[in-house]
């Protein structure tokens, strides 16, 4: 029997191919950079006003990203979706600073 799992941090994401013929060290393991980490990093590297959109990969590395890119001088918005990834309540993410809403024409950052 074969089994493929994935575990989704904040940090990485693990995933496992188990295969019930083998001895557990010998099943394929690879451990990589959590959605919410990538596009944390890709989110530092923006100077210009940004909408997210998309799945919700949310957590701190992410929010944390777009509180700097408004610190920078520049406006972060969420689709409804993707503003789940920083709170279940759009108006508290407004409350935060963030625009939710559809997109005003800025650059997109899809989140996958």
């Given at each position: 029997?074969?089994?493929?799992?994935?575990?989704?941090?904040?940090?990485?994401?693990?995933?496992?191919?188990?295969?019930?013929?083998?001895?557990?060290?010998?099943?394929?393991?690879?451990v990589v950079?959590?959605p919410t980490?990538?596009?944390?990093?890709?989110?530092?590297?923006?100077?210009?006003?940004?909408?997210?959109?998309?799945?919700?990969?949310?957590?701190?590395?992410?929010?944390?990203?777009?509180?700097?890119?408004?610190?920078?001088?520049?406006?972060?918005?969420?689709?409804?979706?993707?503003?789940?990834?920083?709170?279940?309540?759009n108006l508290?993410?407004?409350?935060?600073?963030?625009?939710?809403?559809?997109?005003?024409?800025?650059?997109?950052?899809?989140?996958?």
């Open positions: 029997m074969k089994i493929l799992a994935f575990d989704i941090g904040t940090g990485t994401k693990d995933i496992l191919l188990y295969d019930s013929e083998r001895k557990l060290e010998n099943c394929l393991k690879m950079p959590s980490v990538v596009n944390a990093g890709v989110l530092d590297g923006v100077n210009e006003d940004v909408y997210l959109d998309g799945a919700i990969v949310g957590g701190g590395p992410l929010v944390f990203a777009a509180a700097r890119v408004q610190k920078r001088g520049f406006k972060v918005g969420f689709s409804p979706t993707a503003a789940n990834a920083v709170k279940n309540d508290r993410v407004q409350e935060l600073g963030f625009y939710v809403g559809p997109n005003p024409g800025w650059r997109t950052l899809q989140l996958d």
